[in-house]
Protein backbone atom coordinates (compact mmCIF):
# COMPACT_ATOMS: atom_id res chain seq x y z
CA UNK A 1 0.00 0.00 0.00
CA UNK A 2 2.69 2.54 1.12
CA UNK A 3 4.96 1.39 -2.60
CA UNK A 4 1.55 2.39 -4.28
CA UNK A 5 1.17 5.66 -2.14
CA UNK A 6 4.57 6.77 -3.39
CA UNK A 7 4.20 6.19 -7.08
CA UNK A 8 0.38 8.07 -6.42
CA UNK A 9 2.19 11.05 -5.82
CA UNK A 10 4.93 10.71 -8.11
CA UNK A 11 2.69 10.62 -11.06
CA UNK A 12 0.94 13.75 -9.29
CA UNK A 13 4.24 15.94 -8.99
CA UNK A 14 4.50 15.13 -12.60
CA UNK A 15 1.54 17.38 -13.16
CA UNK A 16 1.98 20.03 -10.77
CA UNK A 17 6.10 20.50 -11.26
CA UNK A 18 5.02 23.71 -13.12
CA UNK A 19 2.53 24.93 -10.66
CA UNK A 20 3.60 28.47 -9.61
CA UNK A 21 7.11 28.21 -11.31
CA UNK A 22 7.52 31.60 -13.56
CA UNK A 23 10.09 29.60 -15.28
CA UNK A 24 6.82 27.32 -16.36
CA UNK A 25 5.09 29.92 -18.40
CA UNK A 26 2.46 31.80 -16.93
CA UNK A 27 -0.25 29.39 -17.35
CA UNK A 28 -1.12 27.42 -14.36
CA UNK A 29 -1.39 23.49 -13.83
CA UNK A 30 -5.27 21.93 -13.24
CA UNK A 31 -4.20 21.73 -9.37
CA UNK A 32 -2.72 25.51 -9.21
CA UNK A 33 -6.10 26.76 -7.34
CA UNK A 34 -5.72 23.52 -4.72
CA UNK A 35 -9.51 22.23 -6.55
CA UNK A 36 -9.92 19.94 -9.36
CA UNK A 37 -13.23 20.67 -10.82
CA UNK A 38 -15.11 17.67 -12.22
CA UNK A 39 -17.24 17.93 -14.92
CA UNK A 40 -20.70 16.14 -14.69
CA UNK A 41 -24.47 15.20 -15.52
CA UNK A 42 -27.39 14.15 -13.32
CA UNK A 43 -26.92 10.40 -13.79
CA UNK A 44 -28.14 8.48 -10.96
CA UNK A 45 -26.31 6.33 -9.69
CA UNK A 46 -23.34 7.95 -10.67
CA UNK A 47 -24.13 11.31 -9.66
CA UNK A 48 -26.96 12.74 -8.84
CA UNK A 49 -28.77 14.10 -5.71
CA UNK A 50 -30.21 12.47 -3.24
CA UNK A 51 -33.65 12.87 -1.36
CA UNK A 52 -32.49 15.07 1.23
CA UNK A 53 -30.80 17.19 -1.39
CA UNK A 54 -26.98 15.88 -0.97
CA UNK A 55 -24.77 15.21 -4.29
CA UNK A 56 -23.86 11.45 -3.74
CA UNK A 57 -23.30 8.88 -6.38
CA UNK A 58 -20.55 6.00 -7.08
CA UNK A 59 -18.48 8.70 -9.11
CA UNK A 60 -19.28 11.61 -6.93
CA UNK A 61 -17.90 9.86 -3.57
CA UNK A 62 -15.07 7.87 -5.47
CA UNK A 63 -13.82 11.56 -7.02
CA UNK A 64 -13.63 13.38 -3.10
CA UNK A 65 -11.79 10.38 -2.08
CA UNK A 66 -9.48 10.61 -4.34
CA UNK A 67 -8.88 14.63 -4.38
CA UNK A 68 -8.90 13.73 -0.17
CA UNK A 69 -5.82 11.48 -1.29
CA UNK A 70 -3.66 14.26 -3.20
CA UNK A 71 -4.63 16.92 -1.23
CA UNK A 72 -7.00 18.98 -2.95
CA UNK A 73 -10.86 19.71 -3.18
CA UNK A 74 -12.97 18.51 -5.41
CA UNK A 75 -15.50 20.88 -7.46
CA UNK A 76 -18.28 19.47 -9.62
CA UNK A 77 -19.55 21.94 -12.40
CA UNK A 78 -22.90 20.50 -14.31
CA UNK A 79 -22.15 20.85 -17.94
CA UNK A 80 -23.66 20.03 -21.53
CA UNK A 81 -22.89 16.28 -22.14
CA UNK A 82 -22.32 16.68 -25.66
CA UNK A 83 -19.90 19.65 -25.11
CA UNK A 84 -17.86 18.12 -22.46
CA UNK A 85 -14.54 18.08 -24.60
CA UNK A 86 -14.92 21.58 -25.07
CA UNK A 87 -15.37 21.94 -21.41
CA UNK A 88 -12.48 20.13 -20.87
CA UNK A 89 -10.03 21.47 -23.38
CA UNK A 90 -11.29 24.82 -22.67
CA UNK A 91 -10.53 24.37 -19.11
CA UNK A 92 -13.84 25.19 -17.96
CA UNK A 93 -13.55 21.66 -15.87
CA UNK A 94 -10.11 19.73 -15.47
CA UNK A 95 -11.54 16.53 -15.62
CA UNK A 96 -14.91 14.28 -17.00
CA UNK A 97 -15.76 12.38 -14.22
CA UNK A 98 -19.48 10.99 -15.07
CA UNK A 99 -19.57 7.12 -15.79
CA UNK A 100 -17.86 8.20 -19.42
CA UNK A 101 -17.33 5.03 -22.17
CA UNK A 102 -14.07 4.98 -23.37
CA UNK A 103 -14.47 5.33 -26.76
CA UNK A 104 -12.11 6.13 -29.81
CA UNK A 105 -12.77 9.60 -29.49
CA UNK A 106 -12.38 9.90 -26.11
CA UNK A 107 -8.60 8.39 -26.53
CA UNK A 108 -8.08 11.04 -29.51
CA UNK A 109 -8.72 13.88 -27.56
CA UNK A 110 -8.33 13.17 -23.84
CA UNK A 111 -5.44 11.55 -21.55
CA UNK A 112 -8.09 8.84 -20.21
CA UNK A 113 -7.46 6.37 -17.47
CA UNK A 114 -8.00 3.05 -17.48
CA UNK A 115 -10.99 1.29 -17.03
CA UNK A 116 -12.46 1.07 -13.75
CA UNK A 117 -16.13 -0.19 -14.32
CA UNK A 118 -18.01 -2.21 -16.54
CA UNK A 119 -21.03 -1.38 -18.50
CA UNK A 120 -23.03 -1.43 -21.80
CA UNK A 121 -26.22 -0.42 -23.59
CA UNK A 122 -29.85 -1.39 -22.57
CA UNK A 123 -33.23 -0.63 -24.52
CA UNK A 124 -35.84 0.93 -22.27
CA UNK A 125 -39.24 0.67 -23.47
CA UNK A 126 -42.89 0.36 -21.44
CA UNK A 127 -43.48 -3.11 -19.90
CA UNK A 128 -45.97 -4.35 -22.34
CA UNK A 129 -43.41 -3.16 -25.11
CA UNK A 130 -41.25 -5.91 -23.85
CA UNK A 131 -41.70 -9.04 -25.55
CA UNK A 132 -40.75 -6.74 -29.09
CA UNK A 133 -37.22 -6.27 -28.17
CA UNK A 134 -35.24 -9.12 -28.04
CA UNK A 135 -32.14 -8.52 -29.85
CA UNK A 136 -30.68 -5.56 -31.78
CA UNK A 137 -32.28 -6.27 -35.02
CA UNK A 138 -35.88 -5.82 -33.12
CA UNK A 139 -35.09 -2.72 -32.68
CA UNK A 140 -35.78 -1.37 -36.09
CA UNK A 141 -39.31 -2.24 -35.28
CA UNK A 142 -39.25 0.57 -32.98
CA UNK A 143 -40.90 3.69 -33.95
CA UNK A 144 -38.49 5.97 -32.52
CA UNK A 145 -35.96 5.68 -30.20
CA UNK A 146 -34.31 8.44 -27.76
CA UNK A 147 -31.03 8.98 -26.71
CA UNK A 148 -28.71 11.61 -24.64
CA UNK A 149 -27.00 13.36 -27.81
CA UNK A 150 -22.80 12.67 -27.58
CA UNK A 151 -23.29 9.55 -25.38
CA UNK A 152 -22.37 5.73 -26.54
CA UNK A 153 -26.65 5.14 -26.77
CA UNK A 154 -25.77 7.57 -29.63
CA UNK A 155 -23.06 5.64 -31.05
CA UNK A 156 -24.82 1.88 -30.27
CA UNK A 157 -27.91 3.06 -32.71
CA UNK A 158 -26.47 5.81 -35.40
CA UNK A 159 -26.28 2.86 -38.20
CA UNK A 160 -29.93 1.46 -37.12
CA UNK A 161 -32.32 2.83 -39.67
CA UNK A 162 -35.11 4.26 -37.37
CA UNK A 163 -36.50 8.01 -36.56
CA UNK A 164 -34.24 9.05 -33.33
CA UNK A 165 -34.85 11.96 -30.64
CA UNK A 166 -32.03 13.50 -29.10
CA UNK A 167 -32.29 14.30 -25.74
CA UNK A 168 -29.54 16.57 -23.09
CA UNK A 169 -29.30 13.94 -20.91
CA UNK A 170 -30.01 10.05 -20.13
CA UNK A 171 -32.01 11.06 -17.85
CA UNK A 172 -34.35 12.69 -19.95
CA UNK A 173 -35.09 9.72 -22.63
CA UNK A 174 -37.04 8.34 -19.92
CA UNK A 175 -39.55 10.73 -20.07
CA UNK A 176 -39.35 10.48 -23.70
CA UNK A 177 -40.63 7.24 -23.15
CA UNK A 178 -43.06 7.21 -20.08
CA UNK A 179 -45.16 10.20 -22.26
CA UNK A 180 -44.86 7.64 -25.86
CA UNK A 181 -42.74 10.35 -27.48
CA UNK A 182 -40.42 7.81 -28.13
CA UNK A 183 -40.89 3.55 -28.49
CA UNK A 184 -37.33 3.18 -26.97
CA UNK A 185 -34.75 4.85 -25.08
CA UNK A 186 -31.29 3.67 -25.46
CA UNK A 187 -29.15 4.30 -22.16
CA UNK A 188 -26.53 3.00 -19.95
CA UNK A 189 -27.24 -0.58 -17.73
CA UNK A 190 -25.90 1.71 -14.57
CA UNK A 191 -28.31 3.85 -14.91
CA UNK A 192 -31.36 1.92 -16.17
CA UNK A 193 -31.33 -0.53 -13.07
CA UNK A 194 -31.62 2.34 -10.71
CA UNK A 195 -34.40 4.42 -12.28
CA UNK A 196 -36.97 2.00 -13.97
CA UNK A 197 -39.09 -0.86 -12.84
CA UNK A 198 -40.71 -1.51 -9.53
CA UNK A 199 -40.12 0.80 -6.86
CA UNK A 200 -38.71 3.41 -8.94
CA UNK A 201 -40.22 7.09 -10.35
CA UNK A 202 -40.79 4.78 -13.87
CA UNK A 203 -42.34 1.94 -12.93
CA UNK A 204 -44.18 1.31 -16.02
CA UNK A 205 -40.57 1.48 -17.54
CA UNK A 206 -38.37 -2.05 -18.31
CA UNK A 207 -35.17 -2.09 -19.43
CA UNK A 208 -33.87 -5.15 -21.48
CA UNK A 209 -30.25 -6.28 -22.64
CA UNK A 210 -30.60 -6.83 -26.78
CA UNK A 211 -26.99 -7.82 -27.01
CA UNK A 212 -25.36 -4.38 -27.28
CA UNK A 213 -21.35 -4.89 -26.72
CA UNK A 214 -19.54 -4.32 -23.20
CA UNK A 215 -17.84 -0.98 -22.30
CA UNK A 216 -15.72 0.50 -20.36
CA UNK A 217 -15.80 3.72 -18.10
CA UNK A 218 -12.98 5.84 -17.61
CA UNK A 219 -12.10 9.25 -16.33
CA UNK A 220 -10.96 11.82 -18.50
CA UNK A 221 -8.69 14.22 -18.11
CA UNK A 222 -6.44 17.42 -20.49
CA UNK A 223 -4.14 15.57 -22.78
CA UNK A 224 -1.45 17.96 -20.84
CA UNK A 225 -2.63 16.25 -17.41
CA UNK A 226 -1.56 12.88 -18.74
CA UNK A 227 -0.40 12.53 -14.47
CA UNK A 228 -3.36 12.97 -13.65
CA UNK A 229 -5.10 9.77 -15.46
CA UNK A 230 -1.73 7.54 -14.34
CA UNK A 231 -2.65 8.57 -10.58
CA UNK A 232 -6.28 7.53 -10.65
CA UNK A 233 -5.28 4.80 -12.19
CA UNK A 234 -3.08 4.08 -8.86
CA UNK A 235 -5.37 5.66 -6.94
CA UNK A 236 -8.28 2.72 -8.20
CA UNK A 237 -5.51 0.02 -7.22
CA UNK A 238 -4.80 1.35 -3.44
CA UNK A 239 -9.38 1.54 -3.63
CA UNK A 240 -9.39 -2.14 -4.69
CA UNK A 241 -6.86 -3.27 -2.61
CA UNK A 242 -8.26 -1.23 1.00
CA UNK A 243 -11.78 -1.72 0.37
CA UNK A 244 -13.42 1.40 -0.56
CA UNK A 245 -14.30 0.41 -4.23
CA UNK A 246 -16.10 -2.53 -2.80
CA UNK A 247 -17.85 -0.66 -0.42
CA UNK A 248 -18.94 2.20 -2.89
CA UNK A 249 -20.04 -0.52 -5.13
CA UNK A 250 -22.22 -2.29 -2.80
CA UNK A 251 -23.65 1.28 -1.45
CA UNK A 252 -24.66 2.43 -5.27
CA UNK A 253 -25.09 -0.81 -7.47
CA UNK A 254 -26.30 -3.24 -4.86
Known amino acids: MKKLFVLLMTAILAVTACVGLTACGEEKGSLADGKLTIGYTIYAP ?13 DTDLAKAFCEEIGVEAEFVEINWNNKFIDLNGKKIDAIWNGMTITDEVKEKTAVSKPYLDNKQVVICKAENASKFTDIESIKSASSVAFEKGSAGENAVKDID ?3 TESSAQKDTLLEVASGR ?16 EGTSYSNLVYIDVGFELEEFGVAFRKTDDGL ?6 FVK ?9 TLSNKYFG
Request: charged content about 20%.
Open 46 to 58: MNYFDDDNTFVGF
Open 162 to 164: ITK
Open 182 to 197: SEIAVIDLMMARVLVG
Open 229 to 234: AKAFDL
Open 238 to 246: MAKSNGLFN
